[in-house]
């Protein structure tokens, strides 16, 4: 069964303090693997695509990684700012699957 | 910036009543979405859409459910006998060129069904 998989689900931080995101998937035919933010009672706000495992991207204080299993959300200090609920998807084929999240709370 | 916008942003309904959620994707983006979460739960897929038809649909997406373009900005999502497990936030997106890359996601109805 097609899978996607995030660690931890809340993680509180000082500001400052990096820290890495876990996306863990298991689907078969991986076409694209993304990261969202998520505030609350907003929509999800797309980050980062990545295609085959070796790949990064960055943007800001943010860093996505991708190996065959997992993808990866590096946060080097990050400011109160980066508080959100950052999700992680997969599609394969043409059926799209979200991860649970991980809340991320950065403390002055 | 262009942007997704829903309407309304809360809908209360009750059990079996019709609901018909809005949404106004970005102007040139020719991929539409719907999606929904239930409180504390994962957002889930529930239909796409592309040159006046659907693409593709989740399992959640039953008989219930239709969606309509029914002018050239307007995208909705009809529920047509809601029940109290439909209770969620209803997310429309959209997309420029290929199928669920690079979506934006409006900032979502949430749907009360009593």
């Known amino acids: 069964e097609d899978q996607v998989t995030q660690s931890p689900e809340a993680l509180r931080l000082q500001e400052g303090e990096s820290s890495s995101l876990n996306c863990s998937y298991t689907?078969?035919?991986?076409?694209?693997l993304f990261w969202y933010r998520q505030d609350p009672g907003k929509g999800p706000e797309f980050l980062f695509t990545?295609?085959?495992a070796g790949e990064e991207k960055e943007k800001e204080r943010l860093k996505a990684t991708l190996t065959k299993k997992e993808s990866f959300l590096h946060i080097t200090a990050p400011k109160p700012e980066d508080s959100a609920t950052y999700l992680c998807?997969?599609?394969?084929?043409?059926?799209?699957?979200f991860g649970t999240g991980t809340s991320l709370t950065v403390i002055p | 910036e262009p942007e997704v916008t829903q309407t309304p942003s809360h809908q209360v309904t009750q059990m079996g009543q019709e609901v018909i959620l809005r949404c106004v994707p970005i102007?040139?983006?020719?991929?539409f979405y719907w999606y929904r979460q239930i409180l504390g739960q994962k957002v889930e897929f529930l239909v796409s859409?592309?040159?006046?038809?659907?693409?593709?649909k989740s399992e959640i997406f039953d008989d219930q459910f239709s969606v309509e373009r029914p002018d050239g900005s307007n995208f909705t999502l009809k529920i047509r006998s809601t029940k109290l497990e439909d209770s969620a936030m209803y997310f429309c997106?959209?997309?420029?060129?290929?199928?669920?890359?690079?979506?934006?996601f409006g900032p979502g109805t949430r749907l009360t069904v009593l």
């Open positions: 990545l295609y085959s």
């Open positions: 859409f592309y040159n006046n038809e659907i693409s593709e």
């Open positions: 689907v078969s035919g991986l076409r694209g």
């Open positions: 102007s040139n983006h020719l991929y």
């Open positions: 997106a959209s997309s420029l060129g290929t199928p669920f890359f690079e979506q934006f």
């Open positions: 998807a997969a599609i394969t084929g043409n059926q799209f699957y």
